[in-house]
């Protein structure tokens, strides 16, 4: 199966929440269906500041990845953060994750981002992939989160 990536826009919306809801689900996010269906949306409708994209076929696609931008003096201007990656259970552990990321970072630095961050749970197999593909713990940096 391959991992290519296909950039969602709002008619993809309806395979795509149903993704999210089961991402969701597994690591215990709670968030009603409305107000997940409703920020999606927002974000297909072409937000700047984020991106969804479909892995695998887009008519059926088995995963999905969203990346959210911003700015950052330190590191040089444009950064990104991934926000959410999911693939499905079932065809985990066949590479599309790194295939993913192999594709996504290059492509993202070509338009001008300068770093790419996530939050990853400290245990599983996701932490192993992000370190094979590059990502590491910044010494004295913890992220820290405020909700409004």
Same mark, same amino acid.
């Given at each position: ?23 969701? +689900? %597994? #690591?215990? *996010? ?5 107000? =997940? ?5 927002? &974000?297909?409708?072409?937000? $700047? ?33 991934? +926000? %959410? #990656?999911? *693939? ?5 552990? =066949? ?5 993913? &990321?192999?594709?996504?970072? $290059? ?42």
């Amino acid at each position: 199966m391959s991992a290519r990536l296909t950039l969602a826009s709002i008619e993809d919306l309806p395979r795509l929440a149903p993704l999210v809801a089961k991402f969701h +689900d %597994e #690591f215990g *996010i709670q968030m009603s269906e409305d107000a =997940r269906v409703n920020t999606l949306a927002t &974000l297909l409708e072409g937000v $700047p500041q984020g991106v969804a994209y479909l892995i695998g076929p887009a008519t059926a696609p088995v995963g999905y990845i969203i990346v959210s931008f911003g700015f950052s003096v330190e590191m040089g201007g444009l950064d990104a953060m991934i +926000d %959410e #990656f999911y *693939i499905r259970r079932g065809v985990r552990g =066949r590479g599309m994750g790194g295939e993913v &990321l192999r594709a996504l970072i $290059p492509a993202l630095g070509q338009h001008g981002v300068r770093a790419m961050h996530l939050e990853v749970d400290t245990i599983g197999a996701s932490k192993t992939l992000y370190k094979r593909m590059g990502f590491v713990a910044r010494e004295h940096h913890h992220l820290m989160t405020r909700v409004l």
